[in-house]
C-alpha cells in the first residue's frame, strides 16, 4: 500500500519507497522448507503403507494449516509494509486487512536516529527513529535497508528547504503561522 501519484500534493515527488528488509522473510521461507520436508518425509516414510494418501494428506493438512499463519501472513505483512519519503513528508504505510498509515512532514522533523544491531550490520538494514516537533511519538521505521543512505537522502531533504540562516523565521517550506 505505497503511496500512489493521487495521494501526492501538488509539486510533490517520490525519492524513496522501500519495503522492509528481506531478513523479515527468512524465518518464513526456512519455515515453509520444513513444511515441505515434513510432507516429503511422511510420503517417503509411508510409501508401503496402505494409508498412505490419507496419512500424507493429513500431514499436508497440517503443513498447511502451520503455513498459514507461519508462512503467509508474515509474507502479506512484509509485502503491505512501505516507507516512502517525498520531498514534502515521511511516510509509513502498513496493515493487511486494516491500512494503517502515519506521515510527519519534513519540516516537522527534528531528529533523525538509526540504530543497528550485530545482525543489522551484516545484512546492511536497521531501524530509522524519526523524532518530530509534536506531542505524538515519533516514528520508527524497522528493517530498513542500506538504512545509512536512508539517513543521508532524508537529511538532503531535509536541509535542501533550509535557507543557512538562523534569523528566527519559520522554515521555508513550512505554512505561515496564524498569529
Not at 8 to 29: C, N, Q, S, Y
Not at 112 to 123: N, W, Y
Amino acid at each position: 500500500m505505497a503511496l500512489k501519484d493521487k495521494h501526492l500534493a501538488d509539486g510533490e515527488e517520490i525519492r524513496l519507497d522501500l519495503r522492509t528488509h528481506w531478513k523479515a522473510l527468512v524465518g518464513p521461507l526456512v519455515l515453509l522448507v520444513l513444511l515441505v520436508a515434513f510432507v516429503a518425509a511422511a510420503a517417503v516414510l509411508t510409501r508401503d503403507s496402505d494409508q498412505r494418501t490419507w496419512i500424507v494428506l493429513g500431514v499436508a493438512v497440517v503443513a498447511l494449516a502451520l503455513a498459514v499463519p507461519g508462512v503467509l501472513v508474515p509474507v502479506w505483512r512484509w509485502n503491505s509494509t512501505r516507507y516512502v519519503f517525498t520531498n514534502r513528508r515521511v511516510s509509513n504505510r502498513y496493515g493487511l486487512l486494516t491500512k494503517r498509515g502515519r506521515d510527519i512532514p519534513l519540516y516537522r522533523i527534528n531528529d533523525v536516529a538509526i540504530e543497528k544491531s550485530v545482525l543489522d550490520r551484516m545484512l546492511g538494514c536497521g531501524t530509522l527513529v524519526i523524532s518530530d516537533a509534536t506531542d505524538k511519538a515519533g516514528m520508527e521505521l524497522h528493517d530498513v535497508p542500506r538504512v545509512e543512505g536512508v539517513q543521508v537522502e532524508l537529511q538532503n531533504l531535509l536541509f535542501s528547504a533550509d535557507d543557512g540562516s538562523d534569523d528566527g523565521e519559520w522554515p521555508p517550506t513550512e505554512p505561515r503561522r496564524r498569529r
